[in-house]
């Protein structure tokens, strides 16, 4: 009798198992109260509240910058990278199912219609990108706008390229 190759090795395989194997479909991060620190249990478990310091010397105010990103327009954004699915959980759930076909489709969509969002948004018009979605035609779902004259002073994305060359 004659055994099949693929089916031996067919076999193998699943009699092996895989038990460190991750499930996708199930999100397994560690709660919040395992990724603390031993400090940080120890402070909060005792109630502690933290020691002010006064130091000898006056305060000095210190603001970050606006954390906004100047760039040239993003022809192929897609809302479910810059919004997620907004569930908040690490794992698989239907709306990537949902976003697999549309991705594809949008991608495609967008490759169509490039001559189109060439004319509306020209390629040197400087874009600004602060984290936070802005209100579009079709709802919150991207985040880049039209730099104002107020927002980059006139300042263009590659400038920063060219001042640090």
Same mark, same amino acid.
């Given at each position: 009798?004659?055994?099949? @190759?693929?089916?031996?090795? #067919? %076999?193998? #395989?699943? *009699? +092996?198992?895989?038990?460190?194997?991750?499930? @996708?479909?199930?999100?397994?991060? @560690?709660?919040?109260? &395992? !990724? !603390? +620190?031993? *400090?940080?249990?120890? %402070?909060?478990?005792?109630?502690? +509240?933290?020691?002010?310091?006064?130091?000898?010397? *006056?305060?000095?105010?210190?603001?970050? /910058?606006a954390g906004?990103?100047?760039?040239?327009?993003?022809?192929?954004?897609?809302?479910?990278?810059?919004?997620?699915?907004?569930?908040?959980?690490?794992?698989? +759930?239907?709306?990537?199912?949902?976003?697999?076909?549309?991705?594809?489709?949008?991608?495609? %969509?967008?490759? #169509?219609?490039?001559?189109?969002? !060439? =004319?509306?948004?020209?390629?040197?018009?400087?874009? =600004?990108? /602060?984290?936070?979605?802005?209100?579009?035609? #079709?709802?919150?779902?991207?985040?880049?706008?039209? =730099?104002?004259?107020?927002?980059?002073?006139?300042q263009h994305?590659?400038?920063?390229? &060219?001042? *640090?060359?």
């Open positions: 009798m004659r055994r099949n @190759p693929s089916v031996l090795l #067919l %076999l193998s #395989l699943v *009699s +092996t198992g895989c038990s460190g194997a991750i499930n @996708p479909f199930v999100d397994d991060a @560690p709660p919040y109260a &395992e !990724m !603390m +620190t031993h *400090s940080e249990r120890v %402070l909060h478990e005792a109630n502690a +509240t933290a020691v002010v310091r006064q130091r000898g010397w *006056s305060e000095t105010h210190f603001s970050a /910058d906004e990103v100047i760039h040239w327009p993003l022809w192929h954004e897609d809302p479910f990278e810059d919004k997620g699915d907004g569930d908040d959980t690490f794992a698989w +759930t239907y709306a990537d199912f949902i976003a697999l076909p549309y991705c594809a489709a949008r991608a495609g %969509l967008n490759g #169509l219609g490039l001559p189109v969002s !060439m =004319v509306v948004t020209p390629a040197c018009t400087p874009m =600004v990108s /602060d984290g936070l979605l802005s209100r579009q035609a #079709l709802g919150y779902d991207h985040d880049a706008a039209r =730099v104002s004259d107020e927002d980059g002073e006139g994305p590659s400038a920063d390229a &060219e001042t *640090s060359n």
